[in-house]
């Protein structure tokens, strides 16, 4: 469960339970896997997205980073200012903006880390706002699925190529997050099999890992009483909250030709969680 933003809610929203206290993470950096590579990642001004694009870059790769917050970008490139990166600010749900990002990118492209994503408000199906609806879904899956369409034909004339994007235990199991956010890692999971299974011939390969719990700079809010009696109970299991390096492990791992044999996996980077 991650996100970069979410969209408005009521403000009689209810707070989400407490979670449980981030679990220690140590990084093991292997030196030039990305060497000689380009590699996009969105929503890398922060969490997930960030943690992903710095460990690329000092690996020796070369990151698009991509973000729809400038100031979180410049301070990105500022804290990685020895590694090649190059900062595109992006709305990925708007056609120009992903065409910048493929026009920065160059004539290469190696990896695609699909992260920018949002969080919804915990609705049930009969409470779901059209603003969230669209919201969530113009983000998880219009955007997810534009700039992934103007990636893959550079990766298809190259014959190589990997994308990874970022689902959740939401796309997983129905009791994680509300009907919008649900349905939408839903699709995530059902374009990462469709294009694992489709590319398969063509040197390109379609991963999704699925988070549980990440301490990022946004907490999950309900704005049901419903939500919250039926979904914050399922919640009283949670496993501790993951580090963003972690998930950015999960990810590079599954970019990397370390994953070379690993295509149309949905790899759950949860602790724990989808095992109970």
Avoid: C
């Avoid at 990925?92 to 493929?102: N, R, S």
């Amino acid at each position: 469960m991650t996100a970069s933003e979410t969209p408005q809610a009521d403000p009689s929203q209810i707070p989400a339970p407490a979670a449980a206290a981030p679990q220690p993470s140590t990084e093991r950096i292997t030196p030039d896997r990305f060497a000689g590579q380009t590699v996009i990642v969105t929503g890398a001004g922060s969490g997930i997205g960030r943690a992903t694009a710095s460990r690329i870059a000092r690996e020796g790769g070369r990151v698009i980073a991509v973000d729809i917050a400038a100031d979180r970008l410049e301070a990105f490139a500022a804290d990685m200012a020895d590694a090649d990166v190059v900062t595109v600010v992006a709305d990925i749900t708007k056609a120009e903006d992903v065409e910048g990002v493929v026009e920065a990118a160059g004539e290469r492209i190696d990896g695609l880390a699909n992260v920018a994503g949002i969080m919804d408000d915990m609705t049930p199906l009969h409470e779901v706002s059209d603003a969230v609806w669209e919201r969530v879904f113009a983000v998880n899956v219009d955007g997810l699925f534009r700039l992934s369409r103007a990636v893959l034909p550079l990766m298809l004339a190259a014959g190589r190529g990997s994308v990874v994007n970022v689902a959740s235990e939401a796309g997983l199991r129905g009791s994680a997050a509300g009907l919008a956010y649900t349905a939408s890692k839903h699709a995530v999971v059902g374009i990462t099999k469709s294009s694992a299974f489709l590319y398969g011939t063509s040197g390109i390969r379609v991963n999704a890992v699925a988070p549980g719990p990440v301490a990022t700079n946004i907490q999950a809010t309900f704005a049901s009483p419903l939500g919250q009696q039926r979904i914050g109970a399922a919640m009283a299991t949670l496993p501790p909250v993951a580090q963003p390096e972690q998930l950015a492990a999960s990810i590079t791992f599954l970019l990397s030709d370390d994953g070379t044999n690993v295509s149309g996996a949905i790899l759950p980077s949860d602790g724990g969680w989808s095992a109970q």
